[in-house]
Nanobody, 125 residues
Framework: QVQLVESGGGLVQPGGSLKLSCVIS????????IGWFRQIPGKEREGVSG????????FYSKSVKGRFTIAKDKGANTVYLQMNSLKPEDPGVYSC??????????????????WGQGTQVSVSS
């Protein structure tokens, strides 16, 4: 059973940066598509980024493209989400999710089988 544990959330001022980590256990990070999602109470879960070994260019949602970067560290079995230039509309619970690797990135939460507990990101001055 694959397990995912997120860390790195916190409170940051607008324009600041955070780096989220998603540590995978029970499987190799290269055997899974990994997605990052965020959720605000009362709103639908939003896919913000995803990475697959079968896809050269990771997926980024329009709202984060150019500010967020997803990266995989095979040695650490970890996927990171570097978040720069954070805006007041970026807060939420950020979760990573895994789905068996099939050469494509999935943008929708329903495609993912395994989820972490999430880490809270807050942006406020």
């Amino acid at each position: 059973q694959v397990q995912l544990v997120e860390s790195g959330g916190g409170l940051v001022q607008p324009g600041g940066s955070l780096k989220l980590s998603c540590v995978i256990s029970g499987g190799s990070v290269d055997d899974y598509v990994i997605g990052w999602f965020r959720q605000i109470p009362g709103k639908e879960r939003e896919g913000v980024s995803g990475i697959s070994r079968g896809v050269v260019t990771p997926f980024y949602s329009k709202s984060v493209k150019g500010r967020f970067t997803i990266a995989k560290d095979k040695g650490a079995n970890t996927v990171y989400l570097q978040m720069n230039s954070l805006k007041p509309e970026d807060p939420g619970v950020y979760s990573c999710a895994a789905a068996p690797e099939r050469g494509m990135v999935y943008r929708h939460a329903a495609a993912y089988h395994f989820w972490g507990q999430g880490t809270q990101v807050s942006v406020s001055s």
